[in-house]
């Protein structure tokens, strides 16, 4: 149910959206932190872009904006909320977002804005994620960098092992098959980079609801299901039998760019970056993510929303202001052009590399991403991340036992 605008938030936004410029009381000046700011392989270029343009359209608004690593927001975000200078908007990872709805203090974007603001800017945008993404109904945080997992594949080793790039393996089976061929030329074959140094469980949602299950069924935790033993345990075969390598995720990332890896499974959000490393190297081509059985292939999304911590009205109605910005037409068609996030609204869905055409097809039906109950939902993530998925993918840990074990200590931590 869509909540009353406080009245000074909107005599603010008045202001601010009227004359587009600095308001009687002076410029107001906003601090932004992001994981994509700043960083050379990860969007970093496009965000400064993104920033720049807003302050020239806006000269009433600066942004300070900041870079943080992704596994670091969350940590960050609490230390300047206890010093009392937390950020007016943060960029935050899904897979981090119950946690922080629980611990910082999130104004609900929706709550912020204009109510005819937000039904204009809102009505061009993609309405299932908008309804993934709610909370009891209300947006709180922005749907901004959303991507999936797609597969990306070195069209060369395939004709070099005897493959055919225009028909890509849609299967786990076929991938695996696929990689084995691929080392049999000297290369390696695949790399599902579900154990990341970010700690999102993203790829780990998106194999177990392939295979049928979920980690959370309402409030039960629901790791150690049958389904998803079944789903890390397809995974750990790529493996056991030699199709993937037991190395770390950014090794197999520089693996792939350097044309030394048939396929890579991961989020969209770095078609950038390999774009780069691939370019004169090897013919780099993506299909949608495969199915882990007979049922549809059935991918989360990651990325991140915006979530507005200032309890400043100037300064909340400036960061609805750099928000909507953000989320328009043009911000995605920036995000889709330099990062490889999928643009969110169907009227700029051309912006996006044609290669990810697969992937959009799968974000029209896109699963919702489930949160461990509870304010330690981030740390049940990282503890399903390091102690059951990273030991059984590429360690040889057996999955029912670990996946029962990790189970026990999420729940015990979500019940707190």
């Not at 409030?219 to 049958?226: E, G, L, N």
């Amino acid at each position: 149910m869509k909540r009353s605008l406080p009245a000074a938030v909107a005599a603010a936004a008045l202001v601010l959206t009227a004359c587009g410029g600095p308001s009687a009381d002076g410029p107001v000046e906003i601090g932004f932190l992001s994981y994509n700011y700043g960083t050379p392989d990860l969007g970093g270029a496009g965000m400064a872009q993104l920033v720049d343009t807003f302050e020239a359209e806006h000269p009433g608004i600066r942004i300070v904006p900041r870079g943080v690593p992704t596994a670091e927001v969350l940590t960050t975000l609490r230390a300047e909320t206890a010093a009392g200078s937390p950020p007016a908007v943060a960029q935050i990872g899904w897979s981090k977002m119950a946690e922080a709805y629980a611990s910082l203090p999130v104004t609900a974007v929706q709550e912020i804005a204009p109510p005819d603001q937000w039904a204009e800017h809102t009505a061009g945008m993609a309405q299932n994620v908008l309804a993934a993404v709610a909370d009891d109904g209300v947006v709180r945080a922005m749907p901004f960098g959303m991507s999936v997992p797609a597969l990306f594949y070195n069209a060369d080793l395939f004709r070099a092992a005897g493959l055919d790039p225009d028909r890509p393996p849609t299967t786990i089976a076929e991938v695996q098959a696929a990689a084995l061929a691929i080392r049999a030329t000297g290369n390696e074959g695949v790399y599902v980079a579900i154990a990341d140094a970010g700690k999102s469980d993203y790829l780990t949602q998106s194999v177990v609801n392939s295979a049928g299950g979920a980690l959370v069924d309402g409030d039960a935790v629901t790791v150690d299901s049958p389904e998803a033993v079944a789903g890390l345990t397809a995974v750990a075969a790529l493996t056991a039998t030699g199709a993937q390598p037991a190395i770390a995720a950014a090794d197999a990332v520089a693996q792939f760019g350097g044309g030394r890896l048939g396929m890579l499974v991961v989020s969209t959000a770095v078609l950038g970056g390999l774009e780069r490393s691939a370019e004169g190297v090897f013919e780099l081509r993506a299909t949608g993510f495969p199915r882990f059985g007979d049922g549809p292939a059935r991918p989360t999304y990651s990325g991140a929303g915006l979530a507005v911590l200032t309890d400043d009205p100037r300064e909340q109605a400036a960061a609805w202001e750099f928000i909507r910005f953000l989320t328009s037409d043009r911000g995605f068609t920036t995000l889709a052009e330099t990062i490889g996030y999928l643009p969110l609204r169907p009227a700029v869905a051309g912006a996006a590399d044609p290669r990810l055409a697969a992937s959009l097809a799968q974000l029209e039906e896109v699963t919702p991403y489930t949160a461990f109950p509870g304010e330690n939902a981030n740390q049940a993530v990282v503890a399903l991340q390091d102690e059951a998925v990273e030991p059984i993918v590429l360690r040889g840990a057996d999955p029912s036992t670990t996946l029962r074990a990790v189970a026990e200590r999420i729940r015990a931590l979500t019940a707190s």
